[in-house]
């Protein structure tokens, strides 16, 4: 199985952007296709604010984005607010056939 | 509106089975997607178990796949998951939730705890 890597933790200031890696196994290229994120505060079930790389659900809001380069994938958030501070995780399935999924590690934001 | 809500009890003896229900309403699980079930340790991160898509196969995370089971009760629209051997190591909260591509409907979770 798989592993997906993120850094355990960023911080950025109100206003600014940060970005998140997840960088999954060198041969894990196609799979990264369909990674997704998801955005969890304390005490709360995660929630998905990006899917397949770079679609944003409707209800979040377009200071976040989502990109991808061979095998690292990457969620931008821009104009930070106190909001954002929570942790996010990247996911995707590394078979499409069997449908095996893993999570990366998550990674805690910070709003300074 | 799609909802998910877990239920079982909320401390297990360590060898026994945990063993959890997810109850789905706004939906049928009978008419598509993937249902399945994913755990956090207290601290610490996510951790895919285990889904099904109705009228396919099931699918465990291979670290897990000797003890997890997954059922499905379509005539009480629910489905289950059950945890052999448990250890301090299973304690987490676990979630049911629903995928296409991405895991988009989560219930709120429900706390496991394994006592010695």
């Known amino acids: 199985q798989s592993a997906l890597t993120q850094p355990a933790s960023v911080s950025g200031s109100l206003g600014q952007s940060i970005t998140i890696s997840c960088t999954g196994a060198?041969?894990?290229?196609?799979?990264?296709?369909?990674v997704s994120w998801y955005q969890q505060k304390p005490g709360k079930a995660p929630q998905l604010v990006m899917y397949?790389?770079?679609n944003r659900p409707s209800r979040v809001s377009n200071r976040f984005s989502g990109s991808k380069s061979g095998n690292t994938a990457s969620l931008t958030i821009s104009g930070l607010q106190a909001e954002d501070e929570a942790d996010y995780y990247c996911?995707?399935?590394?078979?499409?056939?069997?449908?095996?999924?893993?999570f990366g590690g998550g990674t805690n934001l910070t709003v300074l | 509106q799609v909802q998910l809500q877990e239920s079982g009890p909320g401390l297990v003896k360590s060898s026994e089975t945990l063993s959890l229900t997810c109850t789905v309403s706004?939906?049928?699980?009978?008419?598509?997607?993937?249902w399945g079930w994913i755990r956090q340790p207290p601290g610490k991160g996510l951790e895919w178990i285990g889904n099904?898509?109705?009228?396919?196969?099931?699918y465990y995370n291979p670290s897990l796949k000797s003890r997890v089971t997954i059922s499905v009760d379509t005539s009480k629209n629910q489905f289950s998951l059950n945890l052999t051997s448990v250890t301090a190591a299973d304690t987490a909260l676990y979630y049911c939730?629903?995928?296409?591509?991405?895991?988009?409907?989560w219930g709120q979770g429900t706390l496991v705890t394994v006592s010695s």
């Open positions: 939730a629903r995928a296409g591509n991405n895991w988009l409907y």
């Open positions: 706004g939906y049928s699980i009978s008419s598509g997607y993937r």
């Open positions: 099904f898509y109705h009228g396919g196969n099931t």
């Open positions: 060198s041969d894990d290229t196609a799979f990264m296709n369909y």
């Open positions: 397949d790389v770079s």
């Open positions: 996911c995707s399935f590394t078979d499409k056939k069997t449908l095996v999924w893993v």
